[in-house]
């Protein structure tokens, strides 16, 4: 498993009960999450610092609930990459950063400095732009795809906080439609990143299942990659997907590429001295190592 550890406004102070407790620089936040099936070993409800916490509906979605003076947004800073993030209770208990992410943006940011060559990065399902901003802080172009306007709008947000104001295209766009269209165009890319949902449906009436589709996908994506590809990226939160078969997807997709895959968990240690899982990860590297 890969840690997050370099964080400082940012910890997991307790689980237990299908939560997290989280800190969220000064806010302090109590969030539901899949992987935590163990008993908690106090009553995270009753944290005395808890701001907000975010409970599921038996019908299905759920709402946020306040208990302390908050503000409706607030900026995060990950100091080791010199990245700064908004954050803000939305909708699904999402908050616009996924922290664990940390441990792909340091060995992103390693690769396209190590480089020695100009980098252009597609990053697709790129939300609001974490990966985004850790690539074109390195110095990296980077095309930022996404199907969800608002996402798009506060990637732009997070790229400005971190004093980016150029070398970053920003797509509103179905991400395999935009993929299809590049390669008619002849367009091409040293590196991809993939964030892909579990499920979807489009405005259309097309729908995405990763069981189903991932293969498919990636197999399009490589029609996109430059002919000395640095490195493609896919990550995953969806339970029960192995980092394994992220690992058999790339090696099967990227073949005719040379370099290496790996695959692996990807988690944060608790204040509990445990470490949470958060999905995994799967990169093909062709660093000439």
Request: aromatic letters at 12%; a neutral charge.
């Given at each position: 498993?890969k840690?997050?550890q370099n964080?400082?406004?940012y910890s997991?102070?307790?689980?237990?009960?299908?939560?997290?407790?989280?800190?969220?620089?000064?806010?302090y936040?109590?969030?539901?999450?899949?992987?935590?099936?163990?008993?908690?070993?106090?009553?995270?409800?009753?944290?005395?610092?808890l701001?907000?916490?975010?409970?599921?509906?038996?019908?299905?979605g759920?709402?946020?609930k306040?208990?302390?003076?908050?503000?409706?947004?607030?900026?995060?800073?990950y100091?080791?990459?010199?990245?700064?993030?908004?954050i803000?209770?939305?909708?699904?208990?999402?908050?616009?950063?996924?922290?664990?992410?940390?441990?792909?943006?340091?060995?992103?940011t390693?690769?396209?400095?190590?480089a020695?060559?100009?980098?252009?990065?597609l990053?697709?399902?790129?939300?609001?732009?974490?990966a985004?901003?850790?690539?074109?802080?390195?110095g990296?172009?980077?095309?930022?795809?996404?199907?969800?306007?608002g996402?798009?709008e506060?990637?732009?947000e997070?790229?400005r906080?971190s004093?980016?104001?150029?070398?970053?295209?920003?797509?509103?766009?179905d991400?395999?439609k935009?993929?299809?269209?590049?390669?008619?165009?002849?367009?091409?890319?040293?590196?991809?990143?993939?964030?892909p949902?579990?499920?979807?449906?489009?405005?259309?009436?097309e729908?995405?299942?990763?069981?189903?589709?991932?293969?498919?996908?990636v197999?399009?994506?490589?029609?996109?990659?430059?002919?000395n590809?640095?490195?493609?990226?896919?990550?995953?939160?969806?339970?029960g997907?192995?980092?394994?078969?992220?690992?058999n997807?790339?090696?099967?997709?990227?073949?005719?590429?040379?370099?290496?895959?790996?695959?692996?968990?990807?988690g944060?240690k608790?204040?509990?001295?445990?470490?949470?899982?958060?999905?995994?990860?799967g990169?093909?590297i062709?660093?000439?190592?």
């Open positions: 498993m840690i997050a964080w400082k406004d997991i102070i307790a689980t237990g009960d299908g939560y997290k407790l989280e800190r969220w620089k000064d806010v936040l109590l969030r539901p999450d899949p992987q935590v099936i163990w008993a908690a070993q106090t009553d995270l409800f009753a944290y005395p610092k701001n907000a916490y975010y409970k599921r509906s038996e019908k299905g759920g709402g946020w306040f208990l302390k003076p908050m503000p409706e947004e607030w900026n995060i800073s100091d080791s990459l010199d990245l700064n993030f908004k803000k209770p939305m909708g699904f208990k999402h908050t616009g950063l996924f922290p664990e992410q940390a441990v792909n943006w340091e060995k992103m390693e690769l396209i400095k190590n020695g060559r100009p980098i252009k990065v990053n697709l399902f790129a939300y609001t732009g974490g985004t901003v850790a690539c074109a802080k390195a990296a172009q980077v095309v930022h795809v996404d199907a969800a306007k996402m798009v506060r990637a732009g997070n790229a906080l004093g980016i104001h150029t070398g970053i295209r920003y797509i509103i766009d991400c395999l935009f993929v299809q269209r590049e390669i008619r165009r002849g367009n091409k890319y040293d590196a991809i990143i993939m964030d949902p579990s499920y979807g449906r489009g405005p259309n009436g729908t995405w299942k990763i069981e189903n589709d991932l293969y498919k996908f197999e399009t994506c490589a029609g996109v990659l430059s002919d590809p640095l490195f493609v990226l896919i990550n995953s939160y969806t339970t997907l192995q980092p394994m078969v992220l690992q997807i790339l090696t099967l997709t990227l073949k005719g590429f040379g370099g290496r895959v790996e695959a692996y968990e990807v944060i608790t204040e509990e001295g445990i470490a949470l899982p958060c999905g995994a990860g990169m093909f062709n660093d000439g190592n």
